[in-house]
């Protein structure tokens, strides 16, 4: 009895998924550059809250900046690579999707900044320059910057994506 000749793979489908290539396009995009001024401020924020001394309201704070951080990093990385198509329900509106994730980031780091502002005015006392305990002023109000200025890129990206859409465009870059 003779040995059966090894099997041969099926021939890919025609469907197949394709390997992962570099969306040159995006990386220089506005939405592309807005994207990772994101990534860079809104680590900005967290950081400098988690390295202070907080309570309070500053723990919402600190979740929403966490929170789209990894929400931006997940789409800036799922673009960038041009894989949304793999994302179910949403690859086909990745467009809108990003536009929605903007302005909901927007709307919500209206809400931290104003509690990063609040704590600023209500640690002011301590910004003295003899005051001998340590005091997160410095720290509040730097991420009272840093979450204006992600607010601002998040409502630009908005912006963006709203005129894209707009003009009929289906993809960001």
């Not at 003779?2 to 390997?19: H, K, T």
């Not at 550059?33 to 001394?53: D, E, M, N, Y």
């Amino acid at each position: 009895m003779r040995p059966r000749p090894p099997r041969q793979p099926p021939p890919p489908a025609a469907g197949a998924r394709s390997s992962v290539s570099l969306q040159r396009s995006f990386l220089r995009s506005p939405i592309g550059v807005l994207r990772l001024l994101q990534l860079l401020a809104g680590a900005a924020f967290w950081i400098t809250i988690a390295s202070s001394k907080y309570q309070g309201p500053v723990h919402f704070a600190l979740f929403v900046s966490v929170f789209f951080w990894l929400l931006t990093a997940g789409l800036y990385f799922t673009t960038l690579l041009g894989k949304h198509e793999l994302v179910p329900l949403l690859g086909p509106r990745w467009l809108l999707t990003n536009v929605v994730h903007d302005l909901l980031a927007a709307g919500l780091y209206v809400a931290a900044s104003g509690i990063m502002i609040d704590q600023t005015q209500r640690h002011s006392y301590c910004n003295l320059k003899r005051y001998p305990l340590p005091c997160a002023y410095n720290a509040f109000l730097a991420a009272s910057v840093c979450g204006c200025f992600c607010l601002s890129l998040y409502l630009l990206s908005a912006l963006y994506g709203s005129c894209r859409r707009c003009r009929g465009h289906q993809d960001l870059a």
